[in-house]
C-alpha cells in the first residue's frame, strides 16, 4: 500500500503556539521523509525531510519527528507566525524515487 | 522563485478536446516529474522522466502522455478531457540520478486547467 495518512486537515495557532502535524505510513519500504509548504498559488517547496536512520531534525522552527517503529512521522512548528500560515503536505520516497504525498493540512497562525 | 517554469499558467478548455502542458526543469536538472493536484484527490505523482526517458510511473491515465526532449523540457499531454481532468497540474525538477539518493524536487507555479 502506498498510501500516506496526513492529519489534521485544518489546524489553527495562535501566534507564538506550536504547530503540530502528524502523517502515518504502511509502506516499509519508504526511506525519505520530506515535508512541503505550499502558500497559495505557489507550487509546494520543500521546509525539510527526513531519512529513517535518525528518529528527529531540526531545521530553524522547524523539527521532524520520526518513529520508524509505528511509521509515522509529524512536522512541529514552533513560535509559529502569521508567516508560516499555509498548507503543509508530508510525503514518502521510496526506491523509485517518486514521492507519495499526504492529504495536505491547512494551517492559519492568528495574528 | 524555483527555477522551473511551466506553461501556460491557466488553460480553459472543452469536453474532448486535447492541450499540452509545457516545462522547463531547472539549469542542469535532469529528472522531471509531474504531479496532478485536485480538491478531492490530493497530490498526485503522474509521471517521471529522466534525461529523455520514462523513469516512473504513476497513476497516469492512459489518456495523459508525456514525453522530455533532448534540451530536456518537457510536456504533458492531455486528451479526450473530461469534467474531472479540472486541476492543477505540477511539474517539478531535481538533479536525481539513476542510482542516487534523493534529492530535493523543486516545483513549478503550476498550470491550472479548467475543463467545461
Known amino acids: 500500500q502506498q498510501q500516506v495518512k496526513q492529519s489534521p486537515q485544518s489546524l489553527i495557532v495562535q501566534k507564538g503556539g506550536i504547530s503540530i502535524i502528524n502523517c502515518a505510513y504502511e509502506n516499509t519500504a519508504f526511506d525519505y521523509f520530506p515535508w512541503y509548504q505550499q502558500f497559495p498559488g505557489k507550487g509546494p517547496a520543500l521546509l525539510i525531510a527526513?531519512?529513517?536512520?535518525?528518529s528527529e531534525k531540526k531545521e530553524g522552527r522547524f523539527t521532524i519527528s520520526f518513529n520508524k517503529s509505528a511509521k509515522q512521522f509529524s512536522l512541529h512548528i514552533m513560535d509559529s507566525q502569521p508567516g508560516d500560515s499555509a498548507t503543509y503536505f508530508c510525503a514518502a520516497g521510496g526506491s523509485a524515487r517518486q514521492l507519495t504525498f499526504g492529504s495536505g493540512t491547512q494551517l492559519t497562525v492568528l495574528p | 522563485d524555483s527555477g522551473v517554469t511551466q506553461t501556460p499558467k491557466h488553460l480553459i478548455t472543452a469536453t474532448g478536446q486535447r492541450v499540452t502542458l509545457r516545462c522547463s526543469p531547472r539549469?542542469?536538472?535532469?529528472?522531471v516529474y509531474w504531479y496532478q493536484q485536485s480538491l478531492d484527490q490530493g497530490l498526485q505523482f503522474l509521471i517521471q522522466?529522466?534525461?529523455?526517458?520514462?523513469?516512473a510511473k504513476g497513476n497516469i491515465l492512459e489518456r495523459f502522455s508525456a514525453q522530455q526532449f533532448p534540451d530536456l523540457h518537457s510536456e504533458l499531454n492531455l486528451s479526450s478531457l473530461e469534467l474531472g481532468d479540472s486541476a492543477l497540474y505540477f511539474c517539478?525538477?531535481?538533479?536525481?540520478?539513476?542510482?542516487?539518493?534523493?534529492?530535493?524536487?523543486?516545483f513549478g507555479p503550476g498550470t491550472r486547467l479548467t475543463v467545461l
Open positions: 539549469s542542469g536538472d535532469l529528472s
Open positions: 517539478a525538477s531535481s538533479v536525481q540520478s539513476i542510482a542516487g539518493g534523493y534529492n530535493e524536487q523543486f
Open positions: 527526513i531519512r529513517p536512520d535518525v
Open positions: 522522466y529522466y534525461n529523455g526517458e520514462e523513469r
